[in-house]
């Protein structure tokens, strides 16, 4: 049995009691890094073993699947949130899946939706694309193929190419484009900064540094222009 367990992003307090009772009961978690969730499970009270799983490494993969076969379970978990939301655990879900082992996926701490949730951009429906690639021909693909969708678009940024992404995007996209960047999502200096992304950018040049764990929200111009749009229709009239 495989259970996959999201993690803290940030605020311990955010972890699940599914979450703690099932970290109890497994007899191994399979984690990214054993220092990190050494750290989460002690402050806990809980002791297991651990085993760290290496996406790419197949003996690493091969390891947690002759684990399973044996018939014992273990909770796949990573640093923070997710597993296999731009994180490890894809390809041993899929082989598990594939074997017949079953699998329990638990809800749980997810910086795409808090972020989506506290930037007010329209996320009714939107476009995750995680981590972009790094050339520049890459991401304006990617950025343009999402905005065709005039959807808000969630995307995960290192702070140390944050100034840089946003200069790009404002010269691919034009001053019409809103950012909002979301930093240290549920950590003590957590906050939601911009607006169009003139603003946006002159308020990270103006902090310094940036530091911390980044989401960004982008929202192009027509899609804005489209909800206004929206916005001015009569809406449906109440049930009866």
């Known amino acids: 049995?495989?259970?996959?367990?999201?993690?803290?992003?940030?605020?311990?307090?955010?972890?699940?009691?599914?979450?703690?009772?099932?970290?109890?009961?497994?007899?191994?978690?399979?984690?990214?890094?054993t220092r990190r969730t050494v750290n989460l499970l002690n402050h806990f009270g809980l002791q297991k073993k651990l085993f760290r799983?290496?996406?790419?490494?197949?003996?690493?993969?091969?390891?947690?699947?002759?684990?399973?076969?044996?018939?014992?379970?273990?909770?796949?978990?990573?640093?923070?949130?997710?597993?296999?939301?731009?994180?490890?655990?894809?390809?041993?879900?899929?082989?598990?899946?594939?074997?017949?082992?079953?699998?329990?996926?638990?809800?749980g701490p997810s910086a795409v939706i808090a972020a989506a949730a506290g930037s007010g951009l329209p996320c009714d429906s939107f476009v995750f694309l995680g981590f972009l690639p790094r050339s520049r021909g890459k991401i304006v693909k990617a950025l343009k193929a999402a905005f065709e969708l005039k959807k808000t678009v969630i995307l995960f940024e290192s702070p140390y190419r944050l100034k840089k992404?946003?200069?790009?995007?404002?010269?691919?996209?034009?001053?019409?484009?809103?950012?909002?960047?979301?930093?240290?999502?549920?950590?003590?200096?957590?906050?939601?900064?911009?607006?169009?992304?003139?603003e946006t950018i002159a308020k990270i040049e103006a902090a310094g540094d940036v530091k911390g764990e980044i989401v960004l929200l982008l929202r192009p111009p027509d899609a804005a222009e489209e909800e206004e749009a929206d916005a001015g229709t009569d809406p449906m009239p109440d049930m009866p």
């Open 1 to 33: 049995m495989l259970y996959i367990v999201p993690t803290p992003i940030g605020n311990l307090k955010d972890i699940t009691l599914r979450a703690l009772e099932t970290l109890k009961e497994v007899d191994a978690v399979f984690c990214e890094d």
């Open 165 to 198: 992404f946003l200069a790009m995007a404002r010269e691919e996209f034009g001053p019409g484009l809103t950012a909002i960047v979301a930093r240290e999502i549920s950590k003590i200096y957590e906050e939601f900064t911009g607006a169009l992304i003139d």
């Open 53 to 107: 799983y290496n996406e790419h490494d197949e003996k690493s993969v091969a390891g947690a699947m002759a684990w399973l076969r044996g018939g014992k379970s273990a909770a796949l978990v990573t640093d923070g949130g997710s597993p296999c939301i731009s994180d490890p655990g894809k390809k041993l879900v899929a082989l598990a899946r594939q074997t017949g082992i079953k699998i329990t996926a638990l809800p």
